[in-house]
């Protein structure tokens, strides 16, 4: 008997409306369909996420909730300009399944870019809800016989039934974000309307029960990042009906590696609701898996005592078709202006490295005429055959966003300049490239100063100014997929020729 009057109060629960279940995942930045339909369109990657949510109610009632959703980013031949969102939730209660409800949800939006940093999307979204409610096995069993007590060989004349309720759900969306170069958002703020058309959620068609329409509003705000770790603060307001709740807390990550790609996210929110969550999410750059618990802290809350939340996010990352081949169709003219010549007043002092105490270098001056050049440098002897001068190429990588080189690299330019200090003839093309993460313009002057720094080492230990030819060509010419992590890191490089007169 304890446990019906347990399921009967659920039951009178979903007859006026269950909305205290639309928000069920504190993971809620994995379950863009259940918040607005314009996240459909905010970054440029194609994801799959999935989540399992175990969440405990009165005693021997819990709730179980799956949840996949589907995203897939669209582009024209510049940009992000829509995307579209398909999602599948279903909910119910554990053991008996007395509570069902399952949801097939569907956003569209459109993304409007204000300026080089900020743009708004758009979205619509269209739902189809069924709930459901099963009396079987909801009888005490038994029959009582006066005098005699419980006689569970006899019928109880209780029976079973079962009532379900099918309807379509509206709603929009719209939201804004600031973002850096990389696509990471600064500020955002977002805000939706769900249940536009009201639906009627009575289980009996004499009755109407309209849903009323439910407001969410988000915001984020980014407090502090650079490469090791940043923090932001969050805060989700829903508003059904009577029914307001407020969630809000901090996020931090921290960057396993120097280029950000691997990062552990730690979350902290509390609810008016008296519910407090704690997660952690590990993110890779095509994979995320964590999970959350929530816990009651004033023990008034009959639909959440606790709850636990594990979740898995597949993703990749997209791009305009033709960004490629728009970048090989730029015209002659402005390639030539991206080539550059190191002049006296593009060399500041600070960037020259301190010569006073190096060691100096026993170099073995031979006639010009001569075959052979022998140099011994800090990296060991180096022979020299002059008809070999023109395999003398070189590749130098780069940390993302960076334009510093390693003391290897470093201690490699030293070696040859030695060798090069012996050909004045020959000139030294320095040519300076990025992956396709960022703004064209952006990547075309990090190219620049990729190549600048290799070309400020070269003058530094002895290279003529007039030998040097910096030349910067962004994200053109790449000699890997833009698309993987170990792709870009190919061609975030600086490409060292020589070119005789």
Same mark, same amino acid.
């Given at each position: 008997?304890?446990?019906?009057?347990?399921?009967?109060?659920?039951?009178?629960?979903?007859? *006026?409306?269950?909305?205290?279940?639309?928000?069920?995942?504190?993971?809620? $930045?994995?379950?863009?369909?259940?918040?607005?339909?314009?996240?459909?369109?905010?970054?440029?990657?194609?994801?799959?996420?999935?989540?399992?949510? +175990?969440? !405990?109610?009165?005693?021997?009632?819990?709730?179980?909730?799956? !949840?996949?959703?589907?995203?897939?980013?669209?582009?024209?031949?510049?940009?992000?300009?829509?995307?579209?969102?398909?999602?599948?939730?279903?909910?119910?209660?554990?053991?008996?399944?007395?509570?069902?409800?399952?949801?097939?949800?569907?956003?569209?939006?459109?993304?409007?870019?204000?300026?080089?940093?900020?743009?708004?999307?758009? /979205?619509? =979204?269209?739902?189809?809800?069924?709930?459901?409610?099963?009396?079987?096995?909801?009888?005490?069993? $038994?029959?009582? *016989?006066?005098?005699?007590?419980?006689?569970? $060989?006899?019928?109880?004349?209780?029976?079973?039934?079962?009532? =379900?309720?099918?309807? #379509?759900?509206?709603?929009?969306?719209?939201?804004?974000?600031?973002?850096?170069?990389? /696509?990471?958002?600064? !500020?955002?703020?977002?805000?939706?309307?769900?249940?536009?058309?009201?639906?009627?959620?009575?289980?009996?068609?004499?009755?109407?029960?309209?849903?009323?329409?439910?407001?969410?509003?988000?915001?984020?705000?980014?407090?502090?990042?650079?490469?090791?770790?940043?923090?932001?603060?969050?805060?989700?307001?829903?508003?059904?009906?009577?029914?307001?709740?407020?969630?809000?807390?901090?996020?931090?990550?921290?960057?396993?590696?120097?280029?950000?790609?691997?990062?552990?996210?730690?979350?902290?929110?509390?609810?008016?609701?008296?519910?407090?969550?704690?997660?952690?999410? !590990?993110?890779?750059?095509?994979?995320?898996?964590?999970?959350?618990?929530?816990?009651?802290?004033?023990?008034?809350?009959?639909?959440?005592?606790?709850?636990?939340?594990?979740?898995?996010?597949?993703?990749?990352?997209?791009?305009?078709?033709?960004?490629?081949?728009?970048?090989?169709?730029?015209?002659?003219? @402005?390639?030539?202006?991206?080539?550059?010549?190191?002049?006296?007043?593009?060399?500041?002092? @600070?960037?020259?490295?301190?010569?006073?105490?190096?060691?100096? +270098?026993?170099?073995?001056?031979?006639?010009?005429?001569?075959?052979?050049?022998?140099?011994?440098?800090?990296?060991?002897?180096?022979?020299?055959?002059?008809?070999?001068?023109?395999?003398?190429?070189?590749?130098?990588? #780069?940390?993302?966003?960076?334009?510093?080189?390693?003391?290897?690299?470093?201690?490699?330019?030293?070696?040859?300049?030695?060798?090069?200090?012996?050909?004045?003839?020959?000139?030294?093309?320095?040519?300076?490239?990025?992956?396709?993460?960022?703004?064209?313009?952006? =990547?075309?002057?990090?190219?620049? +100063?990729?190549?600048?720094?290799?070309?400020?080492?070269?003058?530094?230990?002895?290279?003529?100014?007039?030998?040097?030819?910096?030349?910067?060509? /962004?994200?053109?010419?790449?000699?890997?997929?833009?698309?993987?992590?170990?792709?870009?890191?190919?061609?975030?490089?600086?490409?060292?020729?020589?070119?005789?007169?």
């Amino acid at each position: 008997m304890k446990k019906f009057l347990c399921i009967l109060f659920l039951f009178c629960g979903c007859t *006026v409306g269950l909305d205290a279940q639309d928000l069920i995942h504190s993971l809620y $930045s994995f379950t863009d369909n259940r918040i607005n339909p314009a996240l459909a369109s905010t970054d440029d990657y194609q994801r799959a996420n999935f989540l399992f949510r +175990k969440q !405990y109610a009165t005693e021997n009632v819990s709730f179980l909730s799956s !949840y996949a959703e589907f995203k897939q980013p669209f582009f024209n031949s510049e940009r992000r300009w829509s995307g579209l969102n398909i999602s599948f939730l279903n909910d119910k209660t554990e053991g008996d399944e007395v509570y069902s409800f399952n949801q097939i949800s569907s956003s569209f939006a459109i993304n409007i870019p204000i300026n080089e940093d900020s743009e708004i999307a758009i /979205g619509l =979204n269209m739902a189809y809800q069924s709930r459901a409610i099963n009396s079987t096995g909801l009888t005490t069993g $038994s029959q009582y *016989v006066e005098y005699l007590g419980f006689d569970p $060989s006899r019928p109880s004349g209780e029976g079973a039934y079962q009532e =379900n309720i099918n309807y #379509f759900t509206y709603a929009a969306g719209i939201f804004w974000q600031k973002i850096d170069r990389f /696509g990471n958002q600064i !500020y955002s703020a977002g805000y939706s309307l769900n249940k536009l058309n009201r639906p009627s959620t009575s289980f009996y068609s004499s009755n109407e029960e309209p849903l009323p329409m439910q407001s969410i509003l988000t915001a984020t705000i980014r407090l502090h990042q650079d490469y090791l770790w940043g923090i932001r603060q969050d805060v989700l307001l829903s508003k059904s009906g009577a029914a307001t709740e407020l969630v809000s807390g901090p996020a931090l990550y921290y960057a396993l590696d120097n280029m950000g790609r691997k990062k552990l996210n730690f979350m902290l929110r509390y609810s008016t609701a008296n519910n407090m969550m704690a997660g952690a999410v !590990y993110e890779s750059e095509n994979f995320a898996f964590g999970g959350s618990y929530d816990l009651n802290i004033m023990k008034n809350n009959v639909s959440n005592n606790s709850a636990f939340e594990v979740m898995l996010s597949l993703k990749r990352i997209r791009q305009p078709k033709n960004k490629k081949s728009k970048s090989r169709k730029r015209s002659k003219t @402005k390639r030539d202006e991206s080539i550059h010549h190191l002049k006296k007043a593009e060399i500041p002092q @600070k960037d020259i490295l301190d010569t006073k105490n190096e060691p100096e +270098k026993n170099i073995e001056e031979e006639n010009e005429n001569e075959e052979v050049i022998t140099v011994e440098t800090e990296a060991g002897i180096i022979t020299y055959y002059p008809h070999e001068l023109e395999n003398l190429n070189h590749s130098f990588f #780069f940390d993302f966003d960076d334009v510093t080189l390693n003391e290897e690299d470093a201690l490699y330019i030293k070696d040859m300049t030695a060798i090069l200090r012996q050909n004045k003839n020959v000139k030294i093309l320095i040519t300076g490239y990025t992956d396709n993460i960022g703004s064209e313009e952006y =990547n075309m002057k990090l190219s620049f +100063k990729r190549a600048k720094i290799i070309g400020l080492l070269l003058v530094k230990n002895g290279i003529s100014k007039k030998q040097i030819k910096l030349q910067a060509r /962004g994200e053109e010419n790449p000699i890997d997929s833009n698309e993987t992590a170990e792709g870009r890191a190919k061609n975030r490089r600086v490409e060292v020729n020589l070119i005789y007169n």
